[in-house]
């Protein structure tokens, strides 16, 4: 990025924004499971699922420097909106998931106005604390939400009125990843716009950007409510795909798996989430078969191992592997 | 059952000393190094399973083994602060978490290994049993004991910080780091024995807080949240501040348990929320 930093700017935009072809093989390449693993079809789903929900994060923590660890309320927001919505008795799924992204969306904006105003353990301790609080609400009103046994009695209606959500997933994949696809290159747009650039300046030293003019707050209220809307239609694509929603989608546990696996992936990279959500799952998939208590103690060692190592992800010790060519920032 | 006013802050009380001791040291490295160490439960958590090793396995008594778990998650702290954390002093916030909740991740799968997912039993002395009568109002013994136990390492603690030399120099690296080292100080001799002393009193913590909140695999995490509320609202690196959040967040929990049990622990939440939004670095932070 520094040796770019003297050309123009506009020129340095242009240049990031076209597509290698390394991307266009991968996203080819996600096409594979219908192929190779028809059975796998519904792990698949939930892969992309969480890679939408990575892929969030990156934006305000990758790009703005913002630590969440509540993410995932606006992710159980978004599935209890559509699940709710299900269950009411309207059970098309795009409606639905744009009704859910929207109410994502303005809790999102509402929490902003707090998110903008505190950095460093403030920040992280009022993020974790919404996200604690929004689950215990749910936890407590348990006549909208069914409480601990989960929302049940949600029915989806045909996708486009013409596919069913099938038992092999080859439905809830193939809607799961067109998703994904359409909300990841609004956030490449997004994160190659000059917009982009004032997030990654507001990251690397948040004090100067107030300084040269740039309207700090206003730049993280907009890319967190940008965020919230990305990870309310994460939680309604799981709503939707597994016709339940738990308490687990608001929890704890979920804010800090979805760190781990942006992290493990690399932040600041777009692809860090798609690919920290690939082998999370994947491993978490073969690994808990074995043993799942002992699922944390894999999980740990790599995260020691990432920190002490790979300071820079997965993706970026690749990067660093390879330093003639330049990684899709 | 609607319970005395006097027994639920007799029991918050308590309850918030338990979280002081917990939470003491974390706050201390925290405004010294500014090492976000989220693995400081782990070593409280090893120092609740060495005690109960100890006193059921062993057969040692409960007294004794208290200061053997003070020393165990001190040794402990000692070899983690050398082999990992050292390396990243310098590093970012977040890679300081994520570091160390790798290690949180690591200590409660091997807690499930070694000792399952079951509660631990502790057999706590029969003169620490049962309930006396104080001014007509009966209260625990154990409790009373642990407030004891840990008014006495306050009075410990702010007499070492205030009137000692090492005292001067930890307030001196709390308060400017480079400047201290400026004078001369060995700024990460005294931040080790710190660290030492801080998650020695975690093990210390843990070890009191079988009784009372019982042990298992997943302490490390359930508490963890617990400790960051204190050392946020109560602003880092002050023990006054640490011992202020502890015990109006033991309190209000517990009022909260007795008063409003469907709410849950929502009241705790809302009062660390509304509190650090007022005031981001806590009741008695100053940077």
């Known amino acids: ?329 | 059952m609607i319970a005395s006013a006097f027994g639920v802050l007799f029991d918050g009380f308590a309850y918030g000393m338990l979280l002081f001791l917990l939470s003491v040291g974390l706050s201390v490295t925290l405004g010294m190094m500014n090492f976000v160490n989220l693995a400081h439960c782990s070593f409280a958590m090893l120092g609740g399973y060495v005690a109960v090793s100890v006193t059921n396995d062993l057969g040692w008594p409960f007294l004794v083994s208290l200061p053997v778990a003070f020393v165990a998650a001190a040794v402990a702290s000692v070899a983690f602060e050398r082999l990992l954390y050292r390396r990243l002093y310098r590093a970012t916030d977040l890679d300081q978490c994520l570091l160390t909740i790798g290690i949180v991740f690591i200590s409660v799968a091997v807690a499930a290994y070694v000792y399952g997912t079951i509660q631990q039993p502790l057999n706590v002395p029969s003169y620490l049993r049962g309930t006396i009568s104080v001014m007509g109002q009966s209260v625990g013994v154990y409790r009373l004991f642990l407030i004891g136990v840990s008014l006495l390492v306050t009075l410990l603690l702010v007499a070492t910080l205030e009137y000692t030399r090492f005292g001067a120099q930890v307030r001196a690296a709390v308060d400017n780091q480079r400047m201290a080292r400026g004078l001369g100080i060995n700024v990460d001799r005294v931040f080790a024995i710190t660290f030492a002393l801080g998650s020695g009193l975690a093990g210390l913590g843990g070890a009191l807080a079988v009784e009372i909140v019982g042990l298992d695999h997943a302490f490390a995490f359930t508490y963890l949240v617990y400790v960051l509320i204190v050392v946020a609202v109560g602003g880092l690196g002050s023990i006054a501040g640490s011992f202020v959040a502890a015990t109006l967040l033991g309190i209000s929990d517990m009022a909260g348990k007795y008063y409003f049990p469907e709410l849950g622990a929502f009241l705790i939440y809302f009062v660390m929320v509304t509190l650090l939004m007022w005031r981001p670095l806590g009741l008695f932070g100053r940077r």
């Open chain 1, 1 to 329: 990025m520094t040796s770019s930093a003297a050309a123009e700017p506009q020129r340095y935009l242009e240049a990031q924004i076209r597509w290698r072809p390394l991307e266009i093989a991968f996203w080819l390449a996600t096409l594979l499971p219908f192929v190779l693993t028809p059975n796998y079809l519904l792990l698949a789903s939930q892969i992309a699922i969480t890679a939408l929900f990575a892929l969030s994060l990156d934006l305000i923590l990758g790009y703005a420097g913002i630590v969440s660890l509540g993410h995932a309320a606006y992710f159980g927001f978004g599935s209890y909106t559509a699940g709710l919505i299900a269950k009411w008795g309207w059970g098309e799924p795009l409606t639905g998931l744009i009704i859910a992204a929207a109410a994502a969306g303005v809790l999102g904006y509402l929490t902003s106005f707090i998110i903008a105003r505190f950095r460093h353990l403030a920040l992280i301790m009022i993020t974790l604390g919404l996200g604690l609080l929004l689950a215990e609400a749910a936890n407590s009103a348990s006549w909208l939400t069914g409480g601990a046994d989960g929302l049940q009695g949600v029915r989806m209606w045909k996708l486009l009125g013409m596919f069913q959500f099938d038992l092999f997933g080859t439905t809830a994949y193939s809607y799961s990843l067109a998703v994904l696809f359409l909300l990841f290159l609004v956030a490449r747009r997004v994160i190659h716009s000059p917009f982009g650039l004032a997030l990654r300046g507001i990251r690397e030293n948040a004090v100067r950007m107030p300084a040269i003019g740039a309207a700090s707050p206003a730049h993280i209220r907009k890319v967190y409510t940008i965020a919230a809307v990305m990870a309310g239609v994460a939680g309604a694509l799981l709503a939707q795909t597994t016709e339940t929603v738990s308490l687990e989608t608001l929890s704890f546990q979920r804010s800090a798996d979805v760190l781990v696996i942006l992290i493990l992936g690399g932040a600041g990279r777009l692809y860090g989430g798609i690919v920290g959500a690939i082998i999370y799952m994947v491993a978490r998939d073969q690994l808990s078969g074995i043993n799942p208590q002992y699922w944390y103690f894999w999980i740990g060692t790599l995260l020691v191992a990432v920190v002490i190592f790979l300071p820079n992800g997965i993706l970026g010790g690749l990067a660093r592997l390879m330093p003639a060519r330049r990684s899709p920032a």
